[in-house]
């Protein structure tokens, strides 16, 4: 079987759809070394990282990196000249694409919530993404949350539609090394205890609510009782409402935003955290939360869309639209060590629970069934 996998994503610092195509490109390669993947990947990071590393995968430099020539002109071309069996892609396809399509749906947020975009990035995802997920061979979304979205949203049968979760990447572990954990908090600025929350700087990651509910605490904890606030992620859109929350309640000198971190730092920064705080309120999975807790970090998240299902009973909840439902939940973590231990255990045992080489293998089984059913004739079709 031929499979090719578009891998823009890889090397353009694009947070979750980055690594989602690269941790599954490399459980790919663990798994199946009898079919032959292409690769089709715009930065020269991403080209490096895969090239002659195994002799079923070839990289293929697919430009420009943008979206609007590149999907529906250079991709088709590339397939058209090397044909494939099936063509994996995340959210958008070519839309006159010579092989079946798998696209994978993140979430919908674009269209439930579409004051968290810029105009022109929701006009282009729900144009673009409505018409890939109607003429999809399959989907695959991360949650069953999303998948009963995706049906219900554009009418699409469920049988069409697989749920197949994603998992903390391999190097992610509780870090243990005095000496790494100083490299990190020297490289980034941070003294004494810190809360974490990670994620690109927009809207739905409900940023302004957190830095809200770190106000709320510092005015009623003592001066030495209150760790820093750590922001990590890149500013990413519709960010000047989190900045005017930091500048409104004066918190400048205690939270810390670093912009966008390199993977490699990430595990250490959530070792060294007093606790996780992810208080977004709408989320296809939500990958940070898995993260902090294979690093034995206590989490916090917000109660809604997928976030309750991928967690479990191994993080504290609360309602992500209450300012001070947040700042409790924190205030909780800060002051009661032996709910943290309690939390970094479940958690721990809860991240051990979802595996990347899994989620290969149940996407493997996805190309397979899409291959065999455009071989035989038998395609299924799914909107109702």
């Known amino acids: 079987m031929r499979i090719a996998i578009d891998a823009h994503s890889v090397g353009a610092k694009l947070a979750g759809n980055e690594s989602y195509a690269t941790n599954l490109i490399e459980a790919l390669a663990q798994i199946d070394s009898v079919n032959d993947y292409s ?11 895969f090239h ?4 079923n995968f070839t990289v293929k430099t697919t430009l420009p990196h943008t979206p609007l020539i590149r999907i529906p002109l250079t991709l088709s071309a590339e397939l058209r ?27 919908l947020s674009f269209e439930h919530l579409p004051h968290t975009f810029n105009r022109r990035s929701r006009t282009q995802l729900r144009l673009t993404v409505r018409h890939s997920a109607k003429r999809a061979a ?20 469920e ?14 572990s509780r870090v243990r090394d005095d000496k790494e954990l100083q490299r990190v908090r020297h490289t980034y600025g941070i003294m004494g205890d810190y809360i974490l929350s990670v994620g690109s700087i927009q809207p739905r990651k409900n940023l302004a609510r957190l830095v809200k509910a770190y ?41 810390i935003l670093t912009g966008y971190v390199p993977q490699s730092d990430l595990p250490a920064l959530y070792s060294g955290a007093l606790c996780f705080v992810y208080p977004s309120y709408f989320e296809g999975f939500g990958l940070p939360p898995l993260e902090a807790m294979k690093c034995g970090t206590p989490v916090i998240v917000g109660n809604t869309t997928s976030l309750p299902e991928v967690v479990g009973d191994a993080a504290l909840s609360v309602d992500p639209y209450d300012v001070e439902a947040i700042a409790a939940g924190i205030e909780r973590l800060i002051k009661d060590s032996v709910f943290r231990d309690q939390l970094s255990g479940k958690g ?37």
């Open 39 to 49: 690769l089709y990947v715009t930065t020269q990071e991403a080209h490096d990282r």
């Open 52 to 55: 002659r590393r195994w002799p």
């Open 81 to 107: 000249r090397n044909p494939v069996d099936v063509l994996h892609v995340q959210f958008t396809a070519p839309p006159f694409c010579p092989c079946p399509v798998i696209v994978s749906l993140h979430d």
């Open 138 to 157: 399959r989907i695959i979304s991360l949650s069953e949350h999303t998948r009963q979205d995706i049906a219900q949203t554009y009418g699409i049968d």
């Open 159 to 172: 049988k069409l539609i697989h749920a197949i979760p994603l998992a903390a990447a391999p190097d992610f």
């Open 215 to 255: 106000a709320s605490l510092k005015s009623r904890l003592l001066t030495d009782e209150l760790p820093k606030l750590v922001l990590v992620g890149k500013r990413a859109w519709l960010y000047d409402e989190t900045l005017r929350a930091l500048e409104e309640t004066g918190l400048s000198n205690l939270v």
């Open 348 to 384: 721990l045992a809860r991240a051990e629970m979802f595996d990347w080489r899994e989620t290969a293998r149940k996407t493997l089984t996805v190309y397979e069934q899409v291959a065999f059913e455009s071989q035989s004739g038998n395609r299924l079709t799914g909107s109702n």
